[in-house]
């Protein structure tokens, strides 16, 4: 409310009045979450979120856990709200979930969740004096593997010369992966092209050519992340050791049906083959 008067206290007045909005304010004491239904300057005197029209009784402060660094080790708390753990805590809130599960955060190592991961290697003879190598790599692939998916990994074991073999579908079983990778030796092959791309198809699609055996029958999980690495030091061939133009073109097809499936592929090129 606003008075003006003329000098000396008489003469015309003027009357102004700002009606009040009430709006639903949200904010943290003690780090105990609570509501009142204020103005929207009286919520910001509490350092809280003001909803205009919104009201405690009829619209809850929405609430969730927060997850954050103490000196650099991840800590949870919960009911709390998302303006307090962004900029107070400089966490990452998530709306109604609890400190039951796992925090996870986006720049923790451990952040990657479920992960299904095939390793695809080529066992031609021109990779002889890198296979062992590429056995022990591979095996600590899938160890970092296991520790960034929270142990909830599925991997699987391909080798490819002119053919494809799945040695291991999508398993649970690291440990049998890793003794399929232990018996890998590097023969056989004819010219340097080799089934690599062909490889990828049976992973992606399970339509692959001159694949011996039941294929790459398992497929990838929902929600899971989606990853191949492969391994080899020849470009790709098909199936008949020639690399042509339509070769190329195959494989350029086989990494757009990827990016489709949200598979991730890191192909890791060996310099030192034959």
Not at 164 to 186: D, E, I, Q, R, Y
Not at 189 to 206: M, N
Request: proline share 4%; hydrophobic share 35%.
């Amino acid at each position: 409310m606003t008075i003006e008067s003329g000098a000396g206290g008489c003469g015309s007045f003027k009357l102004s009045i700002t009606p009040c909005v009430a709006g639903r304010c949200c904010y943290m004491r003690n780090d105990e979450a609570l509501c009142d239904n204020t103005t929207h300057q009286m919520c910001a005197d509490l350092l809280g979120m003001w909803s205009e029209n919104e009201r405690c009784e009829t619209e809850p402060c929405p609430l969730g856990r927060c997850c954050y660094r103490v000196n650099g080790t991840i800590d949870c708390v919960e009911n709390y709200y998302q303006k307090d753990c962004l900029f107070g805590l400089q966490g990452e809130w998530q709306e109604g979930g609890d400190c039951g599960g796992p925090c996870l955060m986006s720049d923790d190592s451990s952040a990657c969740g479920p992960m299904d991961l095939v390793i695809a290697i080529d066992v031609t003879g021109s990779m002889t004096g890198e296979i062992a190598a590429v056995r022990t790599q591979a095996e600590s692939i899938l160890e970092t593997a296991i520790e960034v998916a929270g142990s909830d990994l599925r991997a699987s074991l391909v080798t490819f010369r002119d053919e494809v073999v799945v040695l291991h579908p999508l398993t649970t079983n690291s440990n049998a992966v890793v003794g399929a990778l232990a018996t890998l030796t590097a023969n056989g092959g004819l010219e340097l092209p080799e089934a690599s791309a062909v490889a990828l198809r049976e992973i992606i699609s399970g339509d692959g050519e001159c694949v011996v055996g039941s294929g790459f029958t398992t497929p990838f999980r929902n929600g899971a992340t989606r990853l191949v690495i492969l391994i080899t030091d020849a470009p790709n061939g098909g199936c008949d050791d020639l690399e042509t133009p339509d070769d190329i073109e195959y494989a350029h097809q086989c990494a757009l049906d990827a990016a489709n499936e949200d598979i991730a592929i890191s192909a890791v090129y060996v310099a030192d083959g034959d």
